[in-house]
């Protein structure tokens, strides 16, 4: 078993591999924490705290090898850890739990799966200490486990009915990505795991770090837990020009940064003319406009969590309230960044149960 590592910011992420798990379900999570790992290098933010990476990924299972659903084999399985062990570790632990192929409902008996059904029936989790995720079908083990009572909690649509028959006092969530209840965060199957994965990307390292995932991942659509849709810091991102990528990457890391068309188009290795040309020709606004974007879209993540305009404003890189006001108005959104600061949820307010 991996031991506990000394240094409080690495989140242990360990993956349940078993025969028949999900090929995508596995790879394409996993690959959203490596690239998170390697974002935040670019950043030197990890230089900064620690040499290890801030997401350390594990495989584990109750066997050393395992066939996917795509018939690739992983071996070197690490053995499943203690639950006790992971309470004693001094920072958070993801378990994920993968979906199985096979359009029969899952099996409890299987061997490996009552394995793990016993396992997570053990598992003391809790919120931002032991927590779970699931991806598809493996929300299904879940339900078996008794962990799913009175949880909002969803799966693969193939598998609702199933679900609900193995956890009928759940709240079956059938028309979400994704959702979260307490130390339990379940998605709707496949691809939708890399969508939850990000969002907890999102949790620990913010937005940016986020968005700078999802565009490493080509994906131009960010699914929340409610609803598809483009999230902000990806909008204008779905075309192919490294150039105009590079500069967009460039401004969503140091939105505060006093960008000139000059100090942007060194970095394009361009001229400024030739920047806002092919700028405007690949995300039908001015770089200045996204400079904008970007800022106010950071302004209202600050404003969503209870800050003042104020903070708000100086957060996002603006050089005031006034100009934060400006931008909204230029973007036409709705309402006044105050009336957005007062439906924020108080920062005071009470926690929701932490299991």
Known sequence: MPQPQQNPLTIHVYFVV??????????????????????????????????????????????????LSTGLIVSQIQPMPDPKNLLLMPSMAWIVILGQEGSEPLNPNLP???????????????????????????????????????????????DLDELA???????????????????????????????????????????????????????????????????ELLTHRSHLHPAVHRVQAAITLEPKAAWSMQSLADLAHTSPRHLTRLFKQNTDISVMQYVN???????????????????????????????????WHIFNESGTPSSYYRAAPSQHANSKDNQ
């Not at 029936?121 to 931002?128: A, R």
């Not at 990307?201 to 409610?226: D, F, H, N, Y």
């Open 18 to 67: 078993l025969e028949g798990s999900l090929g995508l379900d596995l790879i394409g999570p996993a690959e959203a924490l490596r690239i998170a790992n390697r974002v935040l290098q670019a950043q030197a933010h990890i230089q900064a705290h620690h040499e290890d990476p801030l997401f350390k990924v594990h495989y584990v299972g109750f066997a050393e090898s395992a066939t």
């Open 112 to 158: 490996h799966h009552k394995q793990l059904i016993a396992w997570l029936t053990d598992l003391p989790i809790k919120k931002h200490q032991l927590e779970i995720i699931t991806v598809c079908a493996g929300s299904l083990f879940l339900g078996y486990a008794g962990l799913l009572s009175n949880r909002k909690v969803t799966t693969h649509h193939l």
């Open 165 to 231: 028959l193995i956890a009928p006092d759940c709240q079956l969530q059938q028309d979400c990505v994704f959702v979260e209840d307490g130390a339990i965060a379940s998605s709707a199957g496949v691809t939708t795991g890399i969508d939850l994965m990000v969002h907890k990307i999102a949790q620990v390292c913010g937005e940016i770090v986020a968005s700078e995932v999802a565009q490493w991942l080509v994906m131009p659509q960010r699914r929340t837990a409610k609803h598809s849709q483009f999230s």
């Open 293 to 327: 974007l970007v800022r106010l879209s950071l302004a209202k993540s600050a404003l969503s969590t209870g800050l003042s305009v104020t903070k708000a404003a100086d957060i996002a890189g603006f050089s005031s309230d006034v100009q934060l006001r400006r931008a």
